[in-house]
T-cell receptor
Framework: AQSVTQLGSHVSVSEGALVLLRCNYS??????LFWYVQYPNQGLQLLLK??????LVKGINGFEAEFKKSETSFHLTKPSAHMSDAAEYFC????????????FGQGTILTVHP | GAGVSQSPSNKVTEKGKDVELRCDPI?????LYWYRQSLGQGLEFLIY????????KSGLPSDRFSAERTGGSVSTLTIQRTQQEDSAVYLC?????????FGPGTRLTVT
């Protein structure tokens, strides 16, 4: 069973528009949740993480995500897209039985149009 | 401070050859992970080292893959008798708490 699902392999927005990247997880116990960003030919950079503290998590570059247990979701948002936000975004979880290893979603490529 | 480094950044090898990929984690990080990123499979966990404990090898795709971590620091991932399906970006991460810091990866191309 897929532990983390990202809806939409490609998302396209206009510069200045809202960015919404969707992530749902499947675990009976809320896991640790992460969003990573990968720019072309670079490694993964942590945007933000949820570790059972505040449900609304603020990250770098103006991104934030809200943990919703009832919906088993951890969607990533940014109020106003910038051209520099174009990248691939990965949602990831550390499952309670996962010994700290990350399980990744399939990734969402964000394109920002001028 | 220095982040996680990996070498080489790119490696092209012929099918059937052995390759070694190196990871230098952040100093003081006790846990180290290897992941593979490929077009068809996305990001997959390969192996995990934690201190002096036996590594978790549950993600290694075949017995051609092995890894070691010497002195609790540098790690080497070895792929023997490489196949074309081994072509991927191999990422290393070291951990502080539950936050993983990734290296830039090694892009392996098997021709």
């Amino acid at each position: 069973a897929q532990s983390v699902t990202q809806l939409g392999s490609h998302v396209s927005v206009s510069e200045g528009a809202l960015v919404l990247l969707r992530c749902n997880y499947s675990s009976s116990v809320p896991p640790y949740l992460f969003w990573y960003v990968q720019y072309p030919n670079q490694g993964l950079q942590l945007l933000l993480k949820y570790t059972s503290a505040a449900t609304l998590v603020k990250g770098i570059n103006g991104f934030e995500a809200e943990f919703k247990k009832s919906e088993t979701s951890f969607h990533l948002t940014k109020p106003s897209a910038h051209m520099s936000d174009a990248a691939e975004y990965f949602c990831a979880v550390i499952l309670p039985e996962g010994y700290g290893k990350l399980t990744f979603g399939q990734g969402t490529i964000l394109t920002v149009h001028p | 401070g220095a982040g996680v480094s990996q070498s080489p950044s790119n490696k092209v090898t012929e099918k059937g050859k052995d390759v070694e990929l190196r990871c230098d984690p952040i100093s003081g990080h006790t846990a180290l992970y290897w992941y593979r990123q490929s077009l068809g499979q996305g990001l997959e966990f390969l192996i995990y080292f934690q201190g002096n404990s036996a590594p978790d090898k549950s993600g290694l795709p075949s017995d051609r893959f092995s890894a070691e971590r010497t002195g609790g620091s540098v790690s080497t991932l070895t792929i023997q008798r490489t196949q074309q399906e081994d072509s991927a970006v191999y990422l290393c991460a070291s951990t502080q708490g539950n936050e993983q810091y990734f290296g830039p990866g090694t892009r392996l191309t098997v021709t």
